[in-house]
């Protein structure tokens, strides 16, 4: 049996960022980093997250000795780069397929994050499972938790757009 | 033989990835959306490989897992997990119950392709139409050679040919340019720094886009420990240095598979043209000699009756031309074809010189045998066919 480690603050922090980089950098070909508190954009096309913007939302979550659920926040225009750059679709065949590929495709990009945030879980003693994933989009809206969960949110720059990753753990009773 | 290869995965992106990884392949690709879909399309189509996620509706994929080895009928079907759910646990609770390989998402689609190699034998798309390239048509020729000087040659000896000669100068090099395309042919320098050649040889073989393309070996001909070595671990050829490009080319051309026979025989209006090259030694004689009956026997089958044998590029004669030309002839009496000859001034006194050839009438031109030959033979049926339309 693996060593039980403590799920604090910093190993959320290492196993999400250690999550996003590599999911995006091994299917999007994009380098991201995470931002820390108060930085901005560079990049001068940057388009903040704005609730009033169209968003897609992937959420998958994990049950076992670790119990949560992860957000990924993307803008449309960059989850329509991730669906073009995963299925080699262009921009045209995208328009002809409809929404569900791009929701198909980010889901499946926050079931690898999640999985792989997840899998370093249980690898430091919390076995656990993927959950299905689903999609939540639209304009003008907020998910907020329940009062039974603690929320770690987490921004990345991803080649230049943000990725925001909203983390809800299930507290110890 | 095709195999098919089964992806059962609630993801249409994912099977998505799946059908672009295996686009250059010659294998089918069959989807799944669940367990229960794919146990239903594994006993229906037998596939050779079934790529499985964990998590999906319906039924997931431990549960088919589970339920596939336990079937007499498609245990034997190897799996290869293909999922999120990763872990060491759950990776050694579910490969105990029976998969031949475990890739956790994210995954790269060469490294896919690359374990399924290893199961099945995944063949290029190419390949099984390379009996029907020629000699004429474009071909992607990769040269590994630390020595910029031989890649020059190389390029320049192959100049006249429409294949594209591109020189790396490294191992990593070699495999960079491997995982964006597949070359037709490479070539590997046996001087490449830390045995570097027979490293990149092995990477390619173990790679599917590369498994079956032909690989030569290139080396100095007092080398005879490393000629050895490149025998044993499999080169597809040896070509020593300094290079001679006639031999190069038509190593090139028997390791790609190429029809050659457009060098030496063409259809010309109603008329079969036996050409032999300027350099008409004795691998190009044995050659244009292969497809000497062929070509003959399919001017007839396609109602043509005259054949034009021109040796004017020839600059002296030898037994083994002279040996051709006579069967040359002799197949044309045997399939009643009417033929003539043409050649130069040289050919032509030269053939004087000879007892068995000092009867052998010559034209100075193509135009001129082909303008003999209407006088001398009746119209080809196909010909009559074109008067009467």
């Known amino acids: 049996m693996p060593v039980v480690v403590e799920i604090t603050e910093s190993v959320i922090r290492q196993n999400i960022e250690r999550a996003i980089t590599e999911v995006f950098r091994t299917m999007i070909r994009a380098e991201s980093s995470l931002m820390t508190a108060g930085e901005t954009f560079a990049a001068p096309d940057y388009a903040p997250l704005e609730p009033h913007r169209p968003q897609v939302v992937g959420t998958v979550g994990f049950i076992g000795s670790a119990n949560g659920l992860i957000y990924l926040y993307f803008d449309l225009a960059f989850a329509r780069f991730c669906t073009c750059q995963l299925t080699g679709m262009t921009e045209g065949e995208l328009e002809e397929n409809g929404d569900e590929v791009i929701n198909d495709a980010i889901g499946e990009l926050t079931n690898m994050t999640v999985g792989t945030f997840k899998n370093a879980l249980c690898d430091a003693g919390y076995p656990c499972k993927l959950t299905i994933p689903s999609i939540v989009r639209g304009t003008n809206f907020s998910i907020e938790p329940i009062g039974a969960a603690t929320r770690h949110i987490f921004n990345f720059n991803c080649a230049g757009h943000l990725i925001v990753a909203d983390i809800l753990l299930e507290r110890d009773e | ?389």
């Open chain 2, 1 to 389: 033989m095709r195999y098919k290869l089964l992806t059962v995965d609630d993801s249409k992106t994912v099977r998505i990835i799946v059908r672009k990884a295996f686009k250059g392949f010659d294998c089918e690709i069959l989807e799944a959306v669940n367990g229960v879909e794919g146990l239903a399309i594994a006993a229906k189509t037998m596939p050779d490989i079934i790529l499985l996620d964990v998590t999906m509706p319906v039924m997931d994929g431990v549960e088919m897992l589970t339920k596939l080895k336990s079937d007499p009928g498609l245990k034997a079907i190897p799996v290869m997990m293909l999922t999120a759910e990763g872990g060491r646990e759950n990776v050694l609770r579910i490969a105990k119950i029976g998969v031949r390989d475990y890739i956790v998402k994210p995954f790269k689609e060469e490294v896919l392709v690359e374990k399924c190699g290893r199961i099945i034998d995944l063949k290029p798309l190419n390949e099984g139409a390379a009996k029907s390239r020629s000699i004429f048509d474009p071909a992607d020729i990769l040269v590994v050679e630390d020595k910029p000087a031989i890649i020059q040659q190389i390029q320049s000896g192959l100049k006249h040919t429409p294949w594209k000669i591109r020189g790396v100068a490294s191992q990593g090099e070699g495999l960079d340019v491997c995982s964006k395309g597949s070359p037709d042919l490479i070539l590997i320098s046996l001087s490449l720094p830390d045995d570097g050649a027979f490293t990149l040889f092995r990477l390619l073989r173990a790679n599917p886009r590369t498994k079956h393309t032909p690989i030569f070996a290139l080396m100095v001909k007092t080398e005879t420990e490393q000629q050895q070595e490149a025998q044993t671990v499999g080169f597809s050829a040896m070509i020593t240095k300094p290079i001679d490009p006639g031999e190069l080319e038509s190593k090139i051309a028997k390791a790609m598979n190429l029809d050659t026979s457009q060098r030496y025989f063409s259809l010309e209006s109603d008329c079969l043209v036996m050409r032999l090259p300027e350099n008409s030694s004795a691998s190009v004689l044995a050659e244009a000699s292969i497809y000497l009956k062929p070509k003959l026997t399919a001017t007839v089958d396609a109602g043509f009756n005259k054949v034009v044998i021109d040796i004017q590029p020839l600059k002296s004669l030898h037994m083994g031309v002279i040996k051709i030309l006579f069967q040359a002839m002799q197949l044309c009496r045997e399939l009643t074809l009417h033929y003539a000859l043409v050649g130069n001034a040289q050919i032509i006194a030269e053939c004087k010189g000879f007892e068995d050839t000092r009867t052998w009438t010559f034209h100075e031109s193509v135009d001129d045998a082909k303008a003999s030959l209407a006088k001398s033979a009746p119209p080809t049926p196909v010909a009559q066919l074109a008067e009467v339309s």
